[in-house]
């Protein structure tokens, strides 16, 4: 049975594990090394069982724990040249393991997973997200760090069976905020963060192509209300007249999952 996990999903940190059963994999590893082992344990992951950590890009709240994670699993890191570019800078890929430069478009085979990374538009060198195609051809997708949908996005991600899309901030909460000019707008800028609105329009598109499980993901602390990132897609969706629980499952990923694996 397929598991899903996203056991950080922030601008503190973010880490997801995937799995089919026989093979597992981290899409980044954003906080201490210490914290995922702890966090796999408690969903009764054995991290012996993690084949590879694929990287979306070189922030540090993607990578902050590949460096110690990798070298003590011996796993491989795949991730863009520009992405590996990135991370060498930080000092992310001096440690004891491999690093593997992927191709956007291209597939990495690591199990029974196959691994594909997608363009996304994000203020980094090389960026991506990532779908992961299971052994019984249904596919799992990761989609955060996104300042606009874009058609290659669309492209990577619909038609899967899961997805977790960025819904990041609510565009009144962040006008309003605290947070000074500058960082205001990197966030709405389209190399910034996908907002609440947009997220519930690409959900309405996922939905109405055959995507039953959606979750929402890397959540503003600051900028954002998880019931308020909740009702933004869920009224989007009633309005486009699907129905929870018959066409689609919805779930906000909180800053620290404790809700365990989600097995579909």
């Known amino acids: 049975m ?8 922030s601008s503190s940190g973010n880490a997801t594990y995937i799995g089919s059963g026989r093979t597992g994999i981290l899409i980044d590893a954003g906080v201490s090394a210490k914290r995922i082992r702890t966090a796999l344990q408690e969903r009764d992951i054995d991290p012996r069982t993690i084949a590879a950590i694929f990287v979306t890009h070189e922030h540090t709240d ?25 991370m060498a800078e930080y000092g992310a890929t001096d440690g004891d393991f491999p690093c593997e430069a992927i191709e956007i478009g291209a597939e990495t085979a690591v199990g029974d997973l196959l691994v594909r ?52 901030h609510d565009i009144g ?7 000074p000019y500058f960082l205001k707008r990197r966030i709405l800028s389209d190399v910034g963060h996908l907002c609440n609105d947009a997220c519930a329009d690409v959900a309405v598109q996922l939905v109405e192509h055959g995507t039953t499980r959606l979750f929402l993901g890397h959540l503003s602390a600051e900028n954002n ?3 308020l990132a909740y009702q933004t897609t869920y009224a989007a969706l009633q309005e486009a007249g699907a129905t929870l629980g018959r066409d ?15 097995l579909f």
Do not use: W
């Not at 397929?2 to 999903?9: D, G, H, I, K, V």
């Open 2 to 9: 397929a598991r899903f996990c996203s056991l950080f999903s």
């Open 62 to 86: 993607h990578i902050k724990g590949i460096r110690v994670l990798a070298s003590q699993l011996h796993l491989p890191v795949y991730a863009t040249r520009g992405t590996l570019r990135g």
């Open 117 to 168: 990374a997608f363009p996304t538009p994000h203020d980094s060198i090389e960026s991506c997200g990532f779908t992961v195609e299971l052994p019984d051809e249904r596919k799992v997708a990761v989609a955060t760090d996104i300042g606009h949908m874009t058609n290659e996005v669309m492209r990577g991600i619909l038609g899967c069976d899961l997805v977790m899309l960025e819904s990041n």
């Open 173 to 179: 909460m962040l006008q309003n905020g605290p947070y």
């Open 225 to 227: 209300i998880p019931q």
């Open 248 to 262: 689609y499952t919805l779930q906000v990923n909180p800053r620290e999952n404790d809700e365990g694996l989600i």
